[in-house]
């Protein structure tokens, strides 16, 4: 499904999301606290904002962008190639659900809209728990459905009317209805973060955004104090 929308898929994000996604990736990017010369593993890096961000906040950090599909990260290579061309970015493909990198790998781990398209979301917290060092950051930054408040019903008709109509037309591929039929299925944060809990991760903060349009949470290796 990625592949058939790769060569749309950041305009999309752009129009859909009024431009305000890249507000909410540098908030996500800001979250992992980053030093000089540390190392990042971009989980779903897609086209690579995030890791085109993570590097222009701290040039020195080493990404590794890991996607499971081959046409995002054609793109994501093109983008890397004429924006940041000496950044220290590598990309592979790969799933979250089965990390192929050693224990403690990394100092942060970030996850752009790409959780919720996780079969299995338990396994995949407990590897990004496994393969982060202790007190390394994890961010992840995925879309919600708005279940309160006044401008719910119309984040809601958003979702499910505008933004898979929005995505067809403009994507010319009717997949793009799944996004809506995701996002309604997502667990609510309150579940998110219980199943961060039970990985092994300890939850730092978990940030509303949008009026509950997205969810950033923000943890650490290690189990609840």
């Known amino acids: 499904m990625f592949d058939l929308i790769a060569h749309r898929y950041d305009l999309l994000n752009r129009l859909i999301s009024l431009g305000i996604d890249q ?14 010369d540390q190392s990042v593993l971009d989980l779903a890096t897609g086209t690579a904002d995030l890791a085109l961000q993570i590097v222009e906040r701290e040039p020195s950090t080493q990404v590794v962008g ?4 081959p046409r ?23 799933d979250a659900q089965r990390l192929d990198f050693p224990d403690d790998s990394f100092d942060g781990i970030t ?3 790409g959780i919720r398209n996780v079969p299995d979301k338990p396994r995949a917290l407990r590897e990004m728990a496994r393969v982060t060092r202790p007190k390394g950051r994890v961010a992840i930054l995925e879309l919600s459905q708005p279940r309160r408040g006044l401008l719910g019903p119309v984040a809601r008709f958003h979702v499910h009317t505008v933004v898979p109509w929005f ?3 403009l ?7 799944y996004l809506a039929r995701s996002i309604a299925a997502f667990p609510h944060p309150d579940e998110f973060r219980a199943l961060m809990t039970a990985a092994g991760l300890r ?4 940030d509303r955004l949008a009026f509950g349009a997205a969810h950033l949470y923000v943890a650490e290796p290690g189990e609840e104090a």
């Open 23 to 36: 507000r909410w990736r540098r908030r996500t990017v800001a979250a992992l606290e980053l030093r000089p």
């Open 111 to 113: 996850m752009g809209f």
């Open 167 to 169: 995505g067809a037309v």
């Open 66 to 69: 890991v996607d499971p599909s």
């Open 72 to 94: 995002m990260l054609a793109v994501a290579a093109q983008k890397i190639h004429a924006v940041a061309p000496a950044a220290r970015i590598v990309l592979c493909t790969g």
């Open 203 to 206: 939850v730092l903060r978990v």
């Open 171 to 177: 994507s010319g591929a009717r997949e793009y209805r």
